[in-house]
């Protein structure tokens, strides 16, 4: 259900963002409600989570020598850091698509 939320979350963002605001209606109103659905399903993932969360990030910071746990630490972290660049980067070269949706005031 998360990896579907997503994909429809990104794929009606990327529709909104290539038609424009002339596909305002039918492509928002989906948007918008994939967006509610994926923060429901989100947080109840996040939350499912939570409670066997605290021994492996325990074991991964707290830690003072190697362990097995600790194996591939340095990949989650770089794995992370690369995601947050892309996903700055991908921000950045798409502003430019931000103009038609910022000037179009009419129509609301």
Do not use: C
């Amino acid at each position: 259900m998360l990896v579907a939320s997503t994909v429809t979350v990104l794929a009606t963002g990327v529709a909104l963002m290539l038609l424009g605001p002339p596909s305002r209606h039918p492509v928002l109103t989906l948007h918008k409600a994939s967006f509610i659905v994926w923060g429901a399903v989100a947080t109840l993932h996040v939350l499912g989570h939570l409670p066997g969360m605290r021994a492996p990030l325990r074991a991964d910071y707290a830690a003072k020598t190697v362990r097995s746990s600790e194996e591939g630490r340095s990949g989650r972290v770089l794995a992370l850091a690369g995601a947050l660049i892309a996903g700055a980067l991908l921000a950045l070269v798409t502003i430019p698509m931000y103009g038609p949706w910022l000037n179009d005031l009419g129509g609301r």
